[in-house]
């Protein structure tokens, strides 16, 4: 749907419904892609941004799971960079479905 | 002496018209209010969240809630509610809401204020504010239409700072129950 109130109004939708619908469709350009952590893909968080990352948690836990928690420990600091590599393909965050 | 034409007229047309009338009053104002009412709500719609200089916004989950509400006062008439909500659609997750709802009288519009947690998979918790109104298709049944706007404050789903606000366009059914 285009993002304007005169593609709901061409839908058949008037009022308030046709506004709420015509605003969920728009995807502008300044429209990022998270509010809430739920928004996000698996093993993703949401930053104060507004954009998806991949989870501390979930990069840590992979880190300490595979090399011991010494060195999870001491990789942490970089587990932005090591930990997308280390991150489980099939590994899901518990919102996702 | 025979009516007039024009007089049969007016009470072929009236009659009914009175009757559907009085049928559709009675319907649209029951005589008492209910003690209990059964409510399922279905809402959809924008939330915005972020800093202050970098808000932005997104289509809301499909939100589904089934509550029980009972009356707590008589006039004005406010009720007490809770009951269970499902975020749903592009994921799952469940948790409580209630609150009270105050129904004026001589009138469709009902206002409720409560809050909203959201247990798991993840936890949010937040307040609620709406205003709509409702129609009785039959007379223990309502059609009703709210603008819900739910504020959440607190909660793992929430990145750091942040609060995370949605407003609904919500449709519900009300089944009086006793």
Redesign the interface.
């Given at each position: 749907m285009r993002c304007s109130p005169r593609a709901a109004r061409s839908a058949g939708l008037g009022g308030?419904?046709g506004l709420?619908v015509a605003?969920?469709g728009c995807t502008p350009p300044?429209?990022?892609?998270?509010?809430?952590?739920?928004?996000c893909p698996a093993g993703q968080?949401?930053?104060?941004?507004?954009s998806c990352t991949i989870a501390p948690d979930a990069s840590t836990d992979a880190l300490t799971d595979g090399a011991g928690s010494a060195a999870g420990d001491a990789a942490t600091d970089d587990a932005a960079a090591v930990g997308n590599a280390a991150q489980p393909a099939g590994e899901a965050a518990?919102?996702?479905? | 002496m025979r009516p007039a034409p024009r007089l049969l007229r007016v009470l072929r047309l009236g009659v009914p018209l009175l009757a559907w009338c009085a049928a559709r009053s009675a319907v649209a104002s029951p005589a008492a209010d209910p003690l209990w009412q059964l409510e399922l709500h279905a809402g959809y719609g924008l939330t915005f969240g972020g800093i202050a200089s970098q808000v932005r916004w997104r289509s809301t989950p499909l939100t589904l809630t089934a509550i029980a509400a009972i009356a707590v006062i008589d006039d004005p008439a406010i009720a007490g509610y809770g009951g269970l909500v499902v975020e749903t659609l592009d994921r799952n997750a469940a948790g409580a809401v209630f609150g009270v709802e105050l129904h004026p009288r001589g009138s469709r519009l009902h206002f409720a204020g409560g809050g909203v947690y959201v247990v798991a998979p993840y936890t949010l918790w937040g307040a609620t504010a709406s205003t709509g109104a409702c129609f009785h298709a039959v007379p223990a049944v309502a059609l009703c239409g709210d603008v819900q706007l739910t504020a959440f404050v607190a909660g793992s789903d929430l990145p750091d700072g942040t609060a995370a606000t949605q407003i609904q366009l919500v449709l519900g059914m009300v089944f009086d129950a006793l």
């Amino acid at each position: 749907m285009r993002c304007s109130p005169r593609a709901a109004r061409s839908a058949g939708l008037g009022g308030v419904l046709g506004l709420v619908v015509a605003l969920a469709g728009c995807t502008p350009p300044s429209t990022t892609l998270c509010v809430r952590n739920s928004d996000c893909p698996a093993g993703q968080v949401c930053t104060t941004g507004g954009s998806c990352t991949i989870a501390p948690d979930a990069s840590t836990d992979a880190l300490t799971d595979g090399a011991g928690s010494a060195a999870g420990d001491a990789a942490t600091d970089d587990a932005a960079a090591v930990g997308n590599a280390a991150q489980p393909a099939g590994e899901a965050a518990p919102w996702s479905r | 002496m025979r009516p007039a034409p024009r007089l049969l007229r007016v009470l072929r047309l009236g009659v009914p018209l009175l009757a559907w009338c009085a049928a559709r009053s009675a319907v649209a104002s029951p005589a008492a209010d209910p003690l209990w009412q059964l409510e399922l709500h279905a809402g959809y719609g924008l939330t915005f969240g972020g800093i202050a200089s970098q808000v932005r916004w997104r289509s809301t989950p499909l939100t589904l809630t089934a509550i029980a509400a009972i009356a707590v006062i008589d006039d004005p008439a406010i009720a007490g509610y809770g009951g269970l909500v499902v975020e749903t659609l592009d994921r799952n997750a469940a948790g409580a809401v209630f609150g009270v709802e105050l129904h004026p009288r001589g009138s469709r519009l009902h206002f409720a204020g409560g809050g909203v947690y959201v247990v798991a998979p993840y936890t949010l918790w937040g307040a609620t504010a709406s205003t709509g109104a409702c129609f009785h298709a039959v007379p223990a049944v309502a059609l009703c239409g709210d603008v819900q706007l739910t504020a959440f404050v607190a909660g793992s789903d929430l990145p750091d700072g942040t609060a995370a606000t949605q407003i609904q366009l919500v449709l519900g059914m009300v089944f009086d129950a006793l």
